[in-house]
């Protein structure tokens, strides 16, 4: 401990070249940061698929909708716990098209929320739901954009779905849903299916795609081909595949988001482990004197290799954590786009990486001059005077 | 050992070489040299005729090519290196001609940095610091940095470092060199009392016949050997 105001001593000799290496880090941290969340937004959908929920839908395209009633037929295929159909509503609040979520009706209300135990719906308010023929519910973060609350009567177009009686859709708040952890997506909007098909202007009977439960999440593989060989050969065949499938189609359109923001980081990390590491080799080498006078009043070679590493630790912590910090600040107030990323925060894995990171920065940058500093002989180091 | 009771310094046959590609340099052969406790000695010679090299050798600072050198009974030139470094941290005060202070450090955090060594407290660092400032007169400027002091007061600085752990032995290598008469004097007041008030046994290495006049006895090394007279 009574070392560390000799290394603090130290970094404040160049303020204005620790200064700018620290910030320099600084910026890679908050980089870091702000990259492992985005990505995390676009995989949240995969990485929290549970593993028995199956997606079943049109072969063709998932544009295309498929029979209602196909609900009963996959309800009979042996492993087939349960089936649930929900269709593309594309709902529009208040004629804005920036004000467009995931709306969705759906068939069962019960046995949605069955198959996504990840959404918390208090009981009554699911109640008020099977009770209430135009009753939405909402999940927690679309429920804070808008400021809706339960009670609440929200009006909805849809460019897809018009209402045969012309004028907008209708609907009453009469649940809230939260989520269960951070990552779970609460931006959608949930109906009631019978409602929407009777009131719909055309494509009666027609829904988008069917969520089916695997009473057997092993099996889900040899369940999807069951599900698919039932309606094989008739005018809508299906293509049934596990969530996280489905999930991840759906991030590949965009790319390969992990691995572009993988070269980033890659850049960004080896130009600042170029920058820190001359800062300390600099710091080392017009310090040989006064490294030898430290060796020749007594400090051990293991102390001053001590000494040195701590210091670029010092600088890498310093500049990291404020930068992983400024990154978590930045996300905890949530996503700046919840349409197009509804789920926005630094999960704690990439904190945690983070640190890590940040250490490793703080050794890898030092090591070098440290081992210089600790073969450094004294008497040579002594001579290099005056 | 061989050395008598009152004999703190015992270097014994002593040759140092260096290699500097594949030439070899003999700086020091031959070199006998005993010190007794309590003696101020002068070191005197000609540049490049080994002194610093020998001073070295006797603060564990290098080590002889062949030879032993011996202080206070402990052979030092067979210490490994960690305990090298301890024993110089426990015996060893060193004065430089160019003082040798970090630039970062005040005068009294300069003088402290041996104490880190120790097992003492905050405190008792604080106790010892503010005692060796005083011995060397220098109370009033503890908080001042290196560059705000005149280099007499930086190299009373460098002496309250090199006797604030109440060092075994004192090592001066030029002490007065980057001095002008004034300040040079009142530094050689300084290790002259120390010498005879505190019983600090020192070797310093001087070009200065004014400094070496100060110290009990005068040794004259040429070409890394003693010879008995002063050289012309
Ligand atoms: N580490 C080293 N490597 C190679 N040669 C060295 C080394 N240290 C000292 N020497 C050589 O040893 C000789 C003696 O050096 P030393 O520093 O002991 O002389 P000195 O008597 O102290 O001289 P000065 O009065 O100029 O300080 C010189 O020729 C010097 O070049
Ligand atoms: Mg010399």
Request: net charge neutral.
């Amino acid at each position: 401990m009574k070392y560390v105001s000799l290394v603090w001593s130290n970094l404040r000799r160049k303020r204005l070249r620790t200064g700018l290496t620290v910030l320099s880090i600084f910026i890679a941290f908050v980089l870091f940061g702000l990259l492992c969340t985005i990505k995390e937004a676009f995989t949240a959908g995969v990485t929290l698929a549970g593993a028995d929920r199956l997606i079943s839908r049109h072969k063709v395209s998932l544009i295309m909708t498929l029979p209602e009633s196909y609900a009963r037929r996959m309800a009979r295929i042996p492993g087939v716990a349960s089936a649930v159909h929900l269709t593309w509503f594309n709902g529009i609040y208040q004629d804005e098209p920036k004000n467009f979520f995931g709306s969705f009706p759906v068939s069962d209300p019960t046995a949605y929320f069955d198959l996504y135990p990840e959404f918390l719906l208090p009981t009554e308010q699911e109640e008020a739901w099977l009770k209430t023929r135009t009753g939405a519910v909402v999940g927690r973060s679309l429920a804070d954009r808008f400021h809706w609350k339960i009670g609440d009567r929200v009006p909805l177009k849809s460019p897809i779905w018009p209402r045969a009686a012309e004028e907008a859709w209708e609907f009453d708040i009469v649940g809230i849903f939260d989520g269960a952890n951070r990552a779970t997506d609460t931006s959608g909007f949930y109906f009631r299916y019978d409602y929407f098909d009777e009131a719909r202007a055309n494509g009666k009977g027609q829904v988008g795609w069917f969520v089916v439960r695997a009473d057997d999440p092993d099996r889900a593989d040899e369940i999807a081909r069951a599900v698919d060989a039932e309606f094989a050969n008739s005018p809508y065949e299906t293509k049934t595949e596990p969530e996280g499938a489905f999930a991840q189609g759906f991030v590949q359109q965009i790319g390969d988001i992990g691995a572009i923001l993988m070269a980033i980081l890659s850049a960004v990390f080896f130009t600042i482990l170029l920058i820190a590491g001359n800062t300390m080799a600099q710091a080392v080498r017009e310090r040989t004197m006064e490294l030898g006078l430290l060796k020749a009043l007594g400090f051990t070679n293991g102390l001053v290799l001590a000494l040195v590493l701590a210091e670029s630790c010092l600088i890498a912590t310093a500049g990291g954590f404020a930068g992983l910090a400024v990154a978590w600040l930045a996300t905890v107030g949530g996503s700046p786009i919840p349409s197009v990323l509804p789920v926005f925060f630094l999960p704690a894995k990439y904190v945690a990486m983070g640190a890590v990171l940040v250490f490793a920065l703080g050794v890898v940058t030092g090591i070098l001059p440290a081992l210089e500093a600790m073969r450094l002989r004294i008497a040579t180091a002594l001579r290099r005077q005056g | 050992m061989h050395s008598s009771v009152e004999t703190l310094v015992h270097v014994e046959n002593v040759e140092k070489t260096f290699r500097r590609g594949s030439e070899e340099i003999h700086v020091l052969s031959e070199m006998n040299l005993e010190v007794p406790t309590g003696e101020f000695l002068a070191l005197m010679g000609p540049s490049g005729s080994g002194k610093t090299t020998l001073l070295n050798l006797i603060g564990g600072l290098d080590r002889p090519t062949r030879g032993s050198v011996t202080i206070a009974g402990d052979r030092i030139d067979k210490l490994p290196d960690r305990q090298l470094a301890a024993w110089r941290a426990r015996h060893v005060g060193l004065v430089f001609q160019f003082y040798n202070l970090l630039p970062v450090l005040s005068a009294e955090r300069n003088v402290e940095l041996p104490l880190l060594l120790t097992h003492l407290s905050k405190a008792e660092r604080r106790e010892h610091v503010k005692t060796a400032l005083d011995v060397v007169g220098l109370s009033h400027r503890t908080r001042h940095f290196p560059r705000t002091l005149s280099g007499g007061e930086q190299q009373r600085v460098g002496i309250a470092r090199a006797i604030v752990t109440d060092p075994t032995l004192l090592l001066c290598d030029e002490p007065t060199g980057d001095l002008d008469r004034r300040s040079g004097d009142e530094i050689l007041g300084l290790l002259q009392a120390l010498n005879r008030e505190h019983g600090k046994t020192i070797v310093m290495v001087t070009h200065d016949p004014h400094a070496s006049a100060r110290a009990t006895r005068t040794l004259y090394l040429d070409k890394g050997r003693f010879s008995a007279e002063k050289p012309e």
